[in-house]
């Protein structure tokens, strides 16, 4: 072998090192890839559906009402649920419908035929949602693990936003 093979060899294996290290970085601190598992966020998401995860998002946004998120829960990896209470608000669900702040709030992603219990957030010991801390819901609210049961949740417990469902093939989407 001479010296200019050596050397070829050599600068392959760095451009390899190189790559494996950049796709690890964005694992690890920008994107990575989750699966949902369960009914609660039906009919929006569906169970083994494969999605993108943007870790980095709230370093630099902050965490909007609407978004889908992943979060951290006990004995869980995660869970994924919907911001529906942002910090200084109330929140209300009389009747199968969303009060935020003593106003209606339409959810065009839940089905018209879901019913579900009401409640409040004093039913959580709040009259406000406290600052860095969100009141998540599942979209399939009679059957999902969310903030009225385990409570509000600290954006630390945050894992990031679901951007892109990945598969099925046939659902490729992004939120």
Same mark, same amino acid.
């Given at each position: 072998m001479d010296w200019l093979s050596i050397r070829e060899l050599l600068k392959d294996s760095l451009k390899l090192i190189l790559i494996v290290f950049v796709i690890l970085f964005l694992m690890i601190y920008i994107v990575s890839v989750t699966?949902?598992?369960g009914s609660s966020?039906?009919?929006?998401l569906s169970d083994g559906e494969v999605l993108i995860l943007n870790k980095f998002n709230y370093r630099i946004f902050d965490v909007k009402r609407g978004d889908i #998120?992943?979060?951290d829960y006990e004995d869980?990896? $995660? *869970?994924?649920?919907?911001i529906i209470g942002l910090p200084g608000e109330t929140v209300e669900i009389k009747n199968n419908e969303?009060? #935020?702040?003593n106003t209606l709030?339409?959810?065009? $992603? *839940?089905?018209?035929?879901?019913?579900?219990?009401?409640?409040s957030l004093s039913d959580l010991g709040?009259?406000?949602?406290p600052d860095d801390m969100y009141l998540v819901l599942g979209d399939n609210r009679e059957d999902s693990l969310d903030s009225r049961e385990i409570g509000l949740i600290k954006k630390e417990e945050i894992n990031g936003k679901i951007i892109f469902r990945l598969w099925p093939i046939n659902k490729i989407s992004i939120f």
């Open positions: 699966q949902v598992v966020m039906s009919p929006t #998120i992943s979060l869980t990896k $995660y *869970l994924i649920k919907r969303l009060y #935020i702040n709030y339409e959810e065009d $992603y *839940l089905p018209d035929d879901l019913v579900y219990p009401d409640f709040y009259s406000v949602i």
